[in-house]
């Protein structure tokens, strides 16, 4: 009898260490030759210390679709391509519609691109930082759904959420280790929006950590929880731009139709202009930003990051509501992407103002007359010298008191971190893993004493500056201001107006550049319009050539 049991305990060992037994695609490996290697980069914050994550272990995030993946050959991913690769929404609820492609496929798809670039040592971009495991099951009952699906619909569509965006069942990390048992119950509020309009959450993208307000001059891109991000137009060459870095490179290398980034001051105009993808960054208020980890209540906003204008307009359009958590969360006009992005729009008559210490950039220079020969009027203007005095402690200030609220508001109640010093605290018992970059930044909160009060004048300086070095936007009766990347992100977001970042096209060294629409608030649809005949003028994107 005891035979017998030794025999089957034995016997069901065996069965379930084989049950447990799951292919390793994702190894670590020793770096140390990159990064000295890296230590010659002529940019200081381009030789990094570190590439992979001493926290993330991708195999986990994997082992969910471990079954449905091993059914999925390398042929099926090159029949799908076609169809997928760098294609617009439209065109994808096309494929759909005509039964050549299904969304559980499209989903598969992605999973199978990021598994296969990301595994690959001489290819990885460490962009992502979480998958959501239930997406292939979700997928599933999007296609046995039988309703009719318009075109310009988000239904089945696979999107990537920035790590510092709440989403149910899920983990949101900021990309700090202090906050990586911060499971979350709720959608934040954009999430919530995404999912009524039938989108799929695929996963969580990596990002600079705490948004980029963590340490002093330390690599863009760089988390402790999802390692270094890299750009997939020069893998350790070009900087992947920030905070929204994950965002922006899972869009320009294709691991998602869409994603969400945040801003505050350039997070979402920089990723997009550095790979090269469109980035649009809304008036605050237009969206809400309950749910998500904070920096500055005065100035952060989410946004849509896309491959083209269309996929912007109907991600921005899906987002939109009032939200009662976000006192500054406003009621917004219907806004249809399928009538916003006709081809009847032109820019002929429309006021373009024309930024003259910057047309000395020949690609810049090359955009304008562009838009100049397809019939907009174009202005040429010489901005005043501003004060950007009070910047830093307008952000300290407000991080001060915004990460607490968040963390009691919306963060897991089992954290041990409840405000900015148990963070930095809890980074000083293991620096060299937590914050191998410092957390400058952060020690800088702490001893910043401005006054609440004080907080409201360094407010009304820099918006009043912001709106000065913008004035003829107002005076000229302007439609926008038209700039390079993220050169006058920080100006736009004091003054709180939107702006729309552009492929413009790409400089010798085959670094991507793009061209930033700057507008007066609220004029989000008409910054789309002119974004989208620009996008028409140039077709300038280009998929980069390693990610095929």
């Known amino acids: 009898m005891r035979k017998a049991i030794f025999l089957l305990l034995t016997v069901l060992f065996i069965s379930a260490c084989k049950q447990k037994a799951v292919k390793v695609y994702f190894k670590t490996y020793d770096e140390s030759s990159e990064i000295q290697k890296q230590q010659d980069h002529e940019k200081k914050r381009m030789q990094f210390k570190l590439l992979q994550s001493k926290y993330l272990d991708l195999n986990k995030e994997f082992a969910p679709f471990e079954k449905e993946l091993s059914n999925f050959s390398e042929e099926q991913y090159n029949e799908l391509k076609p169809l997928v690769l760098e294609k617009n929404i439209p065109s994808i609820q096309k494929s759909i519609a005509e039964k050549k492609l299904s969304y559980e496929k499209l989903t598969l798809f992605y999973l199978y691109r990021i598994r296969k670039f990301e595994s690959d040592s001489t290819k990885y971009l460490n962009a992502i930082i979480s998958l959501n495991p239930k997406v292939l099951e979700e997928a599933r009952a999007k296609d046995k759904e039988s309703k009719e699906v318009n075109e310009f619909s988000l239904n089945g ?48 993208v990596n990002l600079s950590e705490w948004a980029y307000f963590f340490c002093e001059d330390c690599p863009l891109g760089y988390s402790a929880t999802g390692g270094q991000t890299l750009n997939p137009y020069g893998r350790k060459v070009f900087e992947t731009g920030g905070s929204s870095s994950g965002s922006g490179v899972s869009v320009a290398a294709n691991y998602a139709v869409a994603a969400v980034g945040t801003e505050t001051a350039g997070s979402i105009t920089s990723p997009s202009s550095q790979n090269s993808v469109v980035g649009l960054k809304p008036t ?106 009070g910047f830093l402690t ?95 992100s920080g100006i736009a977001a004091v003054a709180k107006y939107p702006t729309l970042t552009v492929p413009m096209g790409y400089k ?41």
């Open 157 to 204: 569509i696979p999107i990537l959420i920035k790590d510092n965006i709440d989403v149910a069942r899920m983990i949101t990390t900021a990309g700090a280790v202090a906050l990586k048992e911060n499971s979350i119950d709720k959608d934040a509020f954009i999430v919530k929006k995404l999912r009524e309009a039938g989108a799929l959450i695929l996963g969580k």
């Open 284 to 389: 605050i208020g237009v969206l809400s930003r309950s749910g998500i980890v904070p920096i500055s209540s005065t100035l952060d906003t989410p946004g849509p990051m896309t491959k083209s204008i269309v996929d912007n307009a109907i991600l921005f359009e899906a987002m939109l509501g009032k939200d009662n958590e976000d006192t500054a969360s406003l009621e917004n006009e219907d806004f249809n992407p399928n009538e916003l992005l006709n081809n009847n729009y032109s820019v002929q008559g429309k006021r373009i103002g024309v930024l003259k210490p910057i047309l000395t950039d020949s690609i810049y220079k090359a955009s304008v007359e562009k838009l100049q020969e397809a019939g907009a009027e174009i202005i040429e203007i010489t901005p005043p010298e501003i004060s950007f005095d």
């Open 394 to 488: 307008l952000l300290n200030i407000d991080m001060k008191h915004d990460l607490p609220k968040y963390l009691s508001t919306y963060g897991n109640k089992k954290l041990t971190v409840k405000d900015i010093e148990d963070v930095v605290e809890f980074n000083k018992k293991d620096s060299i893993k937590r914050a191998p970059y410092g957390q400058q930044l952060f020690e800088g909160i702490l001893k910043d004493t401005t006054s609440l009060t004080q907080l409201e004048v360094v407010k009304d300086s820099l918006s009043f500056n912001g709106k000065k070095f913008l004035k003829d936007l107002i005076e000229q009766n302007l439609d926008a201001i038209v700039s390079i990347n993220n050169y006058h």
């Open 508 to 548: 010798e060294s085959g670094e991507p550049i793009s061209l930033t629409f700057i507008g007066k608030p609220f004029t989000e649809k008409e910054l789309l319009q002119l974004g989208y005949v620009f996008e028409l003028l140039t077709k300038a994107r280009k998929l980069p050539a390693y990610y095929l």
